[in-house]
């Protein structure tokens, strides 16, 4: 029982790449570029080849340490601010209110822009904080009503978390960044926010390459004449969710966008996200206990 799409995509400037609207009216590319575990030294790079590959959209985060390197990439390209999506997210070590207004400063100064189209918080982190991520949420409300932030978001957040910033404040998450892929197809977060016009980004799409190798996959693979990787990346787009494989290797990078010149049919889309494992599929932290902090 996969939730509906109910969200109507239509064209970029960049060529093939499917807009979806965010609740607040503004458009986010559906396919994008991440850069989690690209060390900062190749980050401009990276994203520069991305860019010229045709990539608009591009995701990193305060704890990546790689901004710097993500702005100067998009100035490399010479593609037009105006062109490029690109998302950060806060530190879990700043959720408190000012400390959150510094470490924006911080990701504007180093992405030498005077925007950014999306911010999210980047773990809801119950545990800490006296469990407070309202009062974060709301100092991210500032940084939208400001402009600073085009639109606000939250990742790894649960059900519960989202009901309660639904209870307390006044503005829905555009998205909510989860990990998701066909292991761990996360349905009961993404059907709440498909209820709620919350758009689902997904992380992890591949399952760190776990999925790449099951015989389900690779059979799909064959019949469509694409790559493992290029299936798994197509599941995600044609369930309605946002995407943004990660690879340093200007081959990859090149290969991951290539996904729109092919559909897969319902029976697919059913045989991929019947390898749901539950819980037992998760990859990453669970949202509800994880509490690193970086040094």
């Given at each position: 029982n996969k939730p509906t799409e109910?969200?109507?995509?239509?064209?970029t400037s960049a060529p093939e790449i499917p807009d979806l609207v965010l609740n607040d009216g503004n458009r986010i590319p559906q396919f994008g570029f991440g850069v989690f575990q690209i060390p900062p030294a190749d980050t401009a790079s990276a994203v520069r080849t991305a860019l010229e590959a045709g990539y608009r959209h591009i995701d990193t985060a305060e704890?990546?340490?790689?901004?710097k390197g993500v702005g100067q990439g998009v100035r490399d390209a010479g593609v037009d601010r105006g062109e490029?999506?690109?998302?950060?997210?806060?530190?879990n070590g700043f959720h408190k209110p000012d400390d959150a207004r510094r470490a924006f400063d911080t990701t504007i100064e180093a992405l030498g822009f005077d925007y950014v189209d999306l911010f999210l918080i980047h773990w809801p982190l119950p545990t800490l904080y006296d469990g407070d991520f309202v009062s974060t949420w709301q100092t991210l409300e500032e940084f939208k009503s400001d402009g600073r932030a085009r639109s606000i978001g939250v990742s790894n957040f649960q059900v519960?978390?989202?009901e309660r910033l639904a209870r307390d404040t006044e503005t829905v998450p555009a998205v909510n960044q989860i990990e998701v892929h066909p292991y761990?197809?996360?349905?009961?977060?993404?059907?709440?926010?498909?209820?709620?016009?919350?758009?689902?980004?997904?992380?992890?799409?591949?399952?760190q390459g776990d999925v790449l190798d099951d015989p389900v996959v690779g059979q799909i693979a064959q019949k469509v004449a694409k790559t493992p990787a290029q299936v798994v990346l197509r599941w995600h787009i044609e369930r309605?969710?946002?995407v943004f494989p990660k690879s340093s290797t200007p081959q990859r990078i090149r290969e991951n966008i290539d996904i729109f010149d092919f559909e897969l049919s319902d029976d697919q889309i059913d045989e991929l996200t019947g390898l749901d494992r539950g819980e037992a599929g998760r990859r990453g932290p669970d949202p509800d206990t994880f509490d690193w902090i970086p040094k």
């Open positions: 109910r969200h109507t995509a239509v064209m704890m990546y340490q790689n901004e490029v999506f690109i998302t950060s997210k806060l530190n519960h978390h989202l761990f197809t996360n349905d009961a977060v993404r059907a709440y926010g498909i209820e709620h016009t919350i758009l689902t980004e997904a992380w992890s799409p591949i399952a309605g969710d946002i």
